[in-house]
């Protein structure tokens, strides 16, 4: 990636050779630099944690009230079709009034339900119907909640800074998803589900009181007082290839080439193993995520972008491919979370681009686009897996998916060379 090097001297010159060698680890430079950052970053650390022993806690719940698996699935679409639904609304909303208070409002929401959990499991309220209702309304707010959040980083930070907080913010989210199933598990089993939900709902006491030390963010239009629409954020789209590729690659690499679906049946077919088996598999993306976050020092010395995004995203799904090669299921862990690396990697660099090459009047329905494909492309993929699993096999599924993956978006670039030219210090749209 030519022009690295010289964009790292810079930067470690400014600090002594102890800080240099230490760069290689995660840049904290944005907690350093930015008190509202930081408080914000802490605040959604806690939050997350909170939210992954709800997931958990809610699951277990449905299973415990209907001994279904299916039951327990529903649980993913009463989050997905509000989301995918209120996710371009809720961009929109950003753009229209102050993100702060936006975002204090859908976090007080959330609170609110984490509570409307916990008392109604006190006062007997066993219903998957009540369960379903709370979740479905969590993700409306969650709906809301992230595009004012993500929109409001590029105005608390210098865009020099953005690669390390969104590196930042996949620790949050990849630590949330492993230690707060983890705590749920062990709260629920102690305590019962009413614990675990009220712990969450004291959790977000963290993120308000971060976004309520933040100060007012009005959007900044710049389209007269012309009232911001879901159908202007998709124009606008079409007119910034480079933004849309970031959603075009993040469509490769999560329906082509997302296995998830298939470990319960490669666990036993592949690696002679069970429920724990499937467990270690489901863990170990996730593993190499959050070790992508730790040790992502370096992507701040990276200045193509374009570049670094398509040779992560085929990292995925040459990394995945091997995975489904395997016998072995240590080897296999291991190209796994290679996996989750090359994952967190892309993400990185998509948040960066899509938060810096934006501009701000626009950033909270971009964001909402954002969170349609992030929420919609794994749950695809699933189903894409899951059939190609049925009609073909596991194996070759998950093989061909990952070759298809490396293929789709190497013509992509192909066809979007300038992509490959992007450069973060004068971001493109």
């Given amino acids: 990636m030519s022009g690295t090097s010289e964009a790292g001297t810079a930067h470690e010159a400014e600090g002594p050779p102890a800080v240099r060698r230490r760069r290689v680890l995660a840049d904290l430079t944005p907690l350093r630099t930015s008190p509202d950052y930081r408080r914000l970053w802490v605040g959604n650390t806690i939050s997350w944690t909170g939210q992954g022993m709800t997931t958990l806690a809610v699951s277990l719940h449905v299973y415990d009230l209907t001994k279904s698996s ?6 993913g679409l009463c989050s997905l079709v509000p989301l995918v639904t209120f996710g371009l609304y809720g961009g929109a909303v950003a753009d229209r009034v102050d993100r702060r208070r ?16 916990a008392a ?5 309220l066993h219903h998957v119907a009540f369960l379903y209702t709370v979740v479905a309304l969590q993700a409306v707010c969650g709906a ?6 993500q929109a ?7 865009k020099e800074q953005l690669p390390a907080a969104n590196a930042l913010s996949s620790i949050t989210t990849t630590s949330g998803a492993l230690i707060g199933p983890m705590l749920g598990g062990l709260v629920v089993g102690a305590w019962g589900y009413e614990t675990a939900y009220l712990i969450d709902a ?3 006491s963290a993120a308000l009181y971060a976004m309520w030390r933040l100060p007012a963010m009005p959007p900044q239009h710049t389209d007269g007082a012309k009232r911001p629409s879901v159908l202007d954020g998709l124009r606008f789209l079409a007119t910034r290839p480079n933004v849309r590729m970031t959603f075009y690659t993040d469509f490769c690499a999560m329906i082509l080439a997302h296995p998830r679906a298939l470990f319960p049946a ?5 690696y002679d193993g069970d429920a724990r088996t499937t467990g270690l598999l489901v863990a170990a993306p996730a593993m190499g995520a959050l070790l992508g976050g730790v040790f992502s020092g370096w992507l701040g010395r990276i200045n193509r972008h374009g570049l670094a995004i398509v040779l992560s995203v085929a990292a995925w799904g040459a990394a995945t491919a091997v995975f489904g090669l395997t016998r072995d299921l240590w080897l296999g862990l291991l190209f796994l979370a290679v996996a989750g690396c090359a994952d967190t990697v892309s993400m990185v660099f998509r948040s960066t681009v899509l938060q810096s090459a934006v501009p701000d009047h626009m950033r909270g329905r971009l964001q909402g686009v954002f969170i349609v494909v992030v929420a919609g492309g794994p749950r695809a993929g699933d189903f894409l897996a899951g059939t190609a699993g049925d009609v073909f096999s596991p194996t070759t599924a998950v093989v061909a998916g990952g070759v298809a993956c490396v293929v789709a978006v190497t013509v ?9 030219r992007y450069d973060g210090r004068t971001p493109q749209p």
């Fill in 144 to 149: 809301v909640n992230s595009p004012a959040r």
């Fill in 266 to 270: 490669l666990a036993v077919l592949s």
């Fill in 412 to 420: 992509l670039a192909l066809v979007r060379p300038g992509f490959l």
């Fill in 70 to 75: 299916f039951s327990v699935g529903l649980v």
């Fill in 152 to 158: 409001m980083i590029p105005r608390l930070l210098p």
């Fill in 102 to 117: 936006l975002g204090l409002v859908s976090a007080v929401g959330l609170a609110l339900l984490s509570a409307v959990l």
């Fill in 120 to 124: 109604g499991t006190v006062a007997g």
């Fill in 202 to 204: 004291v959790a977000f």
